[in-house]
């Protein structure tokens, strides 16, 4: 599969709330890089790089593929449960008999929870403004 006249091996789509991250995967060191960013220097929070990481520290692969990714939407937690998602997905793609290792510890699941939207009458989702009775 070639994007922006380079070859990679997987593409994958990962979401997590209002994030999307868009992962594509090739043979290589294990460099990651997130937004044309490295992804140390992306995410600050050590739990967000675990997280990040953990398919890939499952399966031991973590030396064998380069990821190029690209992210949006939500918050920095919501973009790093995305894009384990996604590199998770990817890694199914190479190898098809990961996916009882993966399965079983949570990563091929998408996270359904969103924000509740505001109704009218109320404060917020489910808030109420402060009952009066005269």
Do not use: W
Not at 40 to 45: C, E, G, I, T, Y
Request: hydrophobic share 35%.
């Amino acid at each position: 599969m070639a994007v922006k006249g380079k070859t990679y091996d997987a593409h994958s789509v990962g979401r997590r709330k209002t994030a999307v991250a868009r992962i594509y995967m090739a043979a290589g060191s294990g460099k990651i890089t997130v937004n044309k960013r490295d992804v140390k220097n992306f995410f600050k929070q050590e739990t967000n790089l675990y997280v990040v990481n953990q398919p890939l520290n499952l399966t031991k692969l973590a030396e064998k593929f380069d990821f190029v990714i690209n992210v949006n939407g939500g918050g920095i937690s919501g973009q790093a449960g995305a894009i384990r998602l996604g590199i998770a997905r990817a890694l199914l793609k190479v190898q098809p008999g990961l996916r009882p290792e993966l399965k079983a510890a949570g990563f091929l699941t998408r996270d359904p929870r969103e924000v509740e939207r505001k109704k009218p009458g109320r404060s917020g989702a489910r808030k109420r403004y402060q009952f009066s009775k005269r």
